[in-house]
Nanobody
């Protein structure tokens, strides 16, 4: 089993910054892509940013130039630095990890999610 623990959410005024962190622990052989998703009330969960183990990144158009994703492969952590926050960034943010595990002589990959952390941006 793998656990993803998020931290860093909160309330911030528009134009402000927040940094989200996520740490993965448990039965991990390696982690492929790590990412952050968000879900606003009555909206579908959407990808915010993702980063591969090699450091390639992908961002939603709505956050390009404002958010930066980074990871520490040795520590199995991923961070999301959010700047110039807007009220429309308000959502629950979820950490996601595509984890390769080893058990019984086999390798297999599975998706894991964190519990979510609330980000609220006031106007």
């Amino acid at each position: 089993q793998v656990q993803l623990v998020e931290s860093g959410g909160g309330l911030v005024q528009a134009g402000g910054s927040l940094r989200l962190s996520c740490a993965a622990s448990g039965s991990i052989f390696s982690i492929n892509t790590m990412g952050w998703y968000r879900q606003a009330p009555e909206k579908q969960r959407e990808l915010v940013a993702a980063i591969t183990s090699g450091g390639s990144t992908k961002y939603a158009d709505s956050v390009k130039g404002r958010f930066t994703i980074s990871r520490d492969n040795a520590k199995n952590t991923v961070d999301l630095q959010m700047s110039s926050l807007k009220p429309e960034d308000t959502a629950v943010y979820y950490c996601n990890a595509d984890v390769t595990q080893y058990s019984g002589g086999f390798y297999f990959s599975r998706d894991y999610w964190g519990q979510g952390t609330q980000v609220t941006v006031s106007s």
